[in-house]
């Protein structure tokens, strides 16, 4: 039974009788149930390690499209399970935490974006993944950090077009692409703390050191950075790479499972412009905790709904986004 308590609160905190049992006993959970959990890197290790897919958010809004479970749990921030429920909107979509929010998605409400793209018409309006489903209905194709580039020069050059919520992303592709784009002023709060000059600091202690960065990040930091890329980027390059040691500008989440699949390697978290902290970490993804995700499929709740004609009108750019993607086979 859902008490009115854990509605107030938008998760359930019931006590786990057995925490050492917790990861199989969700395992047992989503065989009974069929569900599918999925997990973004930003999300606690111990997460990650009992997930089905993990991934970024290009790829976890691909495997939702294509998925066969009958419940999603979304272990990642509220828009990320907007946007399975979206792609899937017969499917159960679950997240642990309904607070679990974000940042960037905050800093461009949706009736606000509305009025800036009426007040300059004509213009093909892309937006980041990291907006929620009524900011997304305002929008002609969404991209992510990993297609964004690709999908923005699918364009003929002289379209004009609109790009939010991400300034430092956008001004990241204008510089790229040598487009113009109008660009809305919207930031993530991790990626905007990191310090050049604590990584500056840091290359002195590590001075074979590369340096990998987040397109979410500052101009300063961009330049600095031996690669820039998505998430998934960044972890493909720290593989593949000859480098045997790699300072990370992006939430440190992702250090999971670069250390998993290159155990022989050093990776070091970029530190944030504040003197107390060693890594930088968002403190929506860390809402997503073992015991919520066990309640979370217990009960079948948190789940999110979208708006019928929200829906309606969002899915027209995820779609596009994910046809543009297929066809550049990204």
């Known amino acids: ?44 290790s111990i997460i990650q390690e009992v997930a089905d897919f993990v991934g970024d958010s290009l790829a976890l809004a691909q495997k939702a499209a294509a998925t066969d479970a009958k419940i999603i749990v979304m272990c990642g921030v509220h828009f990320m399970g907007e946007t399975n429920k979206i792609l899937c909107p017969d499917k159960v979509v679950l997240v642990p935490d309904l ?25 093909v309006v892309i937006s980041y993944v990291n907006t929620t489903a009524a900011t997304k209905a305002v929008t002609d194709v969404v991209v992510t950090s990993s297609n964004a580039r690709q999908i923005v020069e699918s364009f003929p050059k002289d379209t004009p077009i609109i790009f939010g919520p991400d300034e430092n992303l956008g001004s990241y592709i204008n510089k790229l692409t040598g487009r113009n784009m109008l660009l809305w002023n919207g930031a993530c709060h991790v990626h905007e703390k990191f310090s050049v000059e604590r990584i500056l600091e840091l290359k002195k202690d590590f ?24 998430t ?45 902290c060693a890594c930088n970490e ?49």
């Open 99 to 123: 607070n679990a929010s974000c940042s960037l998605a905050e800093s461009c409400p949706a009736d606000e974006f509305k009025k800036f793209v009426k007040a300059h018409p004509h213009h």
């Open 232 to 276: 998934a980027a960044l972890l493909k390059f720290s593989i593949t790479d000859s480098a045997k040691e790699f300072i990370v500008a992006t939430e440190s989440g992702i250090l999971h499972e670069m250390q998993k699949s290159a155990p022989q390697k050093i990776f070091i978290p970029a530190p944030p412009d504040d003197s107390t």
């Open 207 to 230: 001075p074979k050191a590369k340096i990998l960065a987040h397109p979410e990040c500052k101009g300063p930091i961009l330049r600095l950075a031996d690669k820039v890329g998505s």
């Open 1 to 44: 039974m859902i008490k009115q308590e854990w509605i107030d609160k938008g998760f359930i905190d019931e006590p786990i009788p057995d925490k050492a049992n917790i990861k199989s006993e969700i395992r047992k959970l989503c065989k009974e149930k069929d569900a599918i959990i999925m997990a973004h890197y930003y999300t606690e």
């Open 282 to 330: 968002c403190n929506f993804m860390k809402l997503i905790t073992i015991e919520k995700l066990y309640n979370c499929l217990k009960y079948e709740w948190p789940n999110i709904e979208v708006d019928k004609d929200i829906a309606e009108k969002a899915i027209r750019p995820i779609n596009k986004m994910l046809e543009i993607s297929k066809r550049l086979r990204l």
